[in-house]
């Protein structure tokens, strides 16, 4: 599956996805634990970027693989690490949680993206 997902900063300056079939709480859809910090690197001077993402190969496309599937009671979701990032290493962690599951209908053991 691939999808080009809209992320923003609220005014406190925290990451959200913009995820309009979403149904749940918008708190959600905030991008913490490492993710936030993904964000800040591939933003710019924006506030918002929108990023091609794939379960499936992407040319060009940084990577994220999933290290730990999380316990309900944990969160949900999925903890993955970034390797490389723009030709460095990096060895990122994030959490990326059950609206995951959501957007790909699984945890993808591999998440490709790319800024668009």
């Known amino acids: 599956m691939k999808r080009a997902i809209r992320f923003y900063k609220n005014a406190k ?4 996805a913009d995820i309009p079939e979403w149904g749940g709480d918008i ?3 905030q ?3 490492g993710a936030d910090v993904l964000l800040n690197w591939l933003e710019g001077s924006d506030n918002e ?3 091609l993402m794939s379960d499936n190969y992407l040319k060009n496309a940084e990577i994220l693989d ?9 969160g949900g979701g999925g903890d993955y690490i970034l390797e490389n990032f723009r030709g460095e290493i990096k ?3 994030l959490w990326l949680c059950h609206v995951t599951e959501f ?3 699984q ?3 591999r998440i490709y993206f790319k800024k668009v």
């Open 13 to 16: 300056q925290e990451w959200y």
């Open 27 to 29: 708190a959600e859809l």
């Open 31 to 33: 991008m913490v634990e």
């Open 49 to 51: 970027c929108k990023l």
């Open 66 to 74: 999933l290290v730990y599937i999380r316990e309900e009671n944990l």
């Open 91 to 93: 060895n990122h962690k």
């Open 103 to 105: 957007v790909f209908k």
């Open 107 to 109: 945890l993808p053991e």
